[in-house]
């Protein structure tokens, strides 16, 4: 049976389609950072407990990780929404046939924000422990994102769903998909990136209000960014080359708009990762972004492609509805804004010293190396 047999009919949408289409990039874009942030930051943390020598700014980071969760799971909502309204026929079809492992994410979630934040409530007592209850959250997450890759890369391929009449049981996932893999590393590598920066910008904005100790949170963070964008860029061109040679030949020249949008987010790639190497925390923050936003431009026009031979969204029926819209974008923007400025009181409290804080809790054993590198890559003075 041909693949278009099993696509269903799409439903007519309210507005043009790419008013749609750019919503689900913008809001995309702010999920996938947030994601990013808490899968690397968890991992950061998991790491970093198993060495020997506790530091200063550890349990304070990792106390910031369950509030990104639950703003990473919020803010997914608008563009599984966006996503659902262009792609509905794709995606509902492949979540079905993937449907006890789709339905099983919510429950990893929730497993997960709970392990998070358990670490955080009982530090002390844990123990030891905390670094298996840290590594155990970390493998949920990581279950969460190769879910997500198998359904995105499902919804791709209508060839594949005749194998619902194999296995009609909901457990059907793309394992055999050559792009699956390097698709889900990419993802990976990119959150450790993420969460060192992380990681680096809350310890910067510490030292900005007089943590000394901070310091060596700028340098660890910088090295983990540095360290894993170089992976990453390797998987990247993993995740280039495992791709079908009609779709890879569009972004190696094939495609003026799909070479030009791969080389700019490659360019801004490097670029963030020599102002990490040099410790410039903030232009790396902003250049990172700007790469995201643009790798997020470069898997809208990957998704395009694969789904070319069986439907585009401008086909979609537009049967208008001003009014609701109008009241929709309204209410995203007000949203937005009172959520950066919810974020930013909450950014500039944890930003602030702890007056309670004294000298015995830090562990003072001279200037570290990291402290002594980010004294020098950011001016701060040396203490006699």
Same mark, same amino acid.
């Not at 102002?275 to 809208?300: E, I, N, S, Y």
């Not at 998704?303 to 974008?329: D, H």
């Not at 015995?360 to 950011?378: L, Y």
């Given at each position: 049976?041909?693949? $278009?047999? %099993?696509? @269903? ?10 008013l ?11 999920h996938?950072l ?21 530091v ?9 990780? @369950?509030t ?7 803010f ?14 794709? /995606?509902?079809?492949?979540? /079905?046939l ?8 919510? &429950? $990893? ?5 709970? &392990? ?12 030891? !422990?905390?670094?298996?209850?840290? &590594? ?12 997500f890759?198998?359904?995105m890369?499902?919804?791709?391929a ?8 194999a296995?009609?049981?909901g ?20 959150s450790?990136?993420? *969460? *060192? ?23 660890r ?13 390797c ?11 009609a ?5 190696? *020249?094939?495609?003026?708009?799909h070479? !030009?949008?791969? &080389? ?5 790639a490097?670029?963030? $990762? %020599? ?9 790396t923050?902003?250049? /990172?972004a ?5 790798? /997020? ?15 585009s @969204? ?26 950066? %400025?919810m974020?930013r ?14 000298? *015995?809790e ?7 190396d990291?402290?002594?590198d ?11």
């Amino acid at each position: 049976m041909h693949p $278009l047999a %099993y696509i @269903p009919s799409p439903e007519p949408i309210p507005a043009a389609w790419w008013l749609f289409e750019a919503l689900l990039l913008t809001t995309f874009t702010a999920h996938i950072l947030l994601v990013n942030v808490v899968l690397g930051g968890s991992a950061v943390a998991f790491i970093e407990s198993l060495r020997e020598r506790q530091v200063p700014w550890a349990r304070p980071f990792s106390a910031k990780i @369950p509030t990104a969760l639950a703003l990473a799971v919020n803010f997914g909502v608008a563009p599984l929404l966006f996503l659902q309204v262009l792609y509905g026929h794709f /995606v509902y079809t492949s979540s /079905v046939l993937m449907a006890v492992f789709w339905l099983g994410v919510t &429950g $990893l979630a929730m497993l997960a924000y709970y &392990g998070l934040y358990l670490t955080v409530l009982r530090h002390e007592s844990l123990g030891r !422990a905390r670094s298996l209850v840290l &590594g155990l959250t970390v493998l949920l997450l990581l279950t969460v994102a190769f879910v997500f890759s198998n359904n995105m890369t499902l919804m791709l391929a209508p060839e594949r769903w005749s194998a619902y009449f194999a296995r009609p049981d909901g457990t059907l996932l793309n394992l055999g998909d050559p792009t699956l893999v390097p698709r889900w590393l990419h993802f990976v590598t990119a959150s450790l990136a993420l *969460g *060192g920066l992380a990681l680096a910008a809350w310890s910067k904005c510490k030292a900005n209000h007089g943590d000394e100790t901070a310091l060596a949170g700028v340098a660890r963070g910088m090295r983990w960014f540095s360290s894993a964008t170089l992976v990453q860029l390797c998987v990247g061109l993993w995740f280039l080359f495992s791709q079908p040679a009609a779709i890879r030949s569009l972004f190696l *020249g094939g495609g003026r708009l799909h070479t !030009a949008a791969l &080389g700019l987010a490659v360019a801004l790639a490097l670029a963030a $990762l %020599y102002l990490g190497h040099r410790k410039r925390v903030w232009p790396t923050v902003w250049a /990172v972004a700007a790469t995201v936003a643009l790798m /997020v431009c470069v898997r809208a026009l990957l998704r395009a492609a694969y789904l070319a031979p069986y439907f585009s @969204p401008s086909e979609l029926t537009v049967v208008s509805q001003p009014s609701p819209l109008l009241v929709f974008i309204l209410s995203l923007l007000l949203a937005a804004a009172a959520i950066a %400025y919810m974020l930013r009181l909450a950014l500039r409290a944890s930003a602030a010293p702890a007056e309670d804080a004294t000298s *015995g809790e830090i562990e003072d054993a001279g200037e570290s190396d990291d402290t002594a590198d980010v004294r020098q890559a950011i001016g701060a003075p040396r203490e006699a």
